[in-house]
């Protein structure tokens, strides 16, 4: 059965940074795609950023700059560097997997991301 984990979240100001790690667990995931979803209150959840098999990847403008995302197939982790942070990053962040970055099928339970003003 497949597990994603995800950690690293919590409370900083505008301006900081936090690493969103993601452990996933139940098969071998170097051939698929990985990728970071966010879901604010009330609105709907958007890709953050996404990560194929050979690294490449896509973000979101919101992110561009900011984010970076990497995994390290040896430890079947994928990573979500934030660096400056802003309130309107505030969400709960999930992880999701999949053959590729349109076909997430397996998610994670979501790490909540909260930035102050």
């Known amino acids: 059965q497949v597990h994603l984990v995800e950690s690293g979240g919590g409370l900083v100001q505008a301006g900081g940074s936090l690493r969103l790690s993601c452990a996933a667990s139940?098969?071998?995931?170097?051939?698929?795609?990985m990728g970071w979803y966010r879901q604010a209150p009330g609105k709907q959840r958007e890709l953050v950023a996404g990560?194929?098999?050979?690294?490449?990847?896509r973000y979101a403008d919101s992110g561009k700059g900011r984010f970076t995302i990497s995994r390290d197939n040896a430890k079947n982790t994928v990573y979500l560097q934030m660096d400056g942070l802003k309130p309107e990053d505030t969400a709960v962040y999930y992880c999701a997997t999949g053959p590729n970055w349109f076909s997430f099928i397996y998610w994670g339970q979501g790490t909540q991301v909260t930035i102050s003003s």
């Open positions: 990560i194929n098999s050979d690294g490449g990847t």
């Open positions: 139940g098969r071998t995931f170097s051939s698929w795609s």
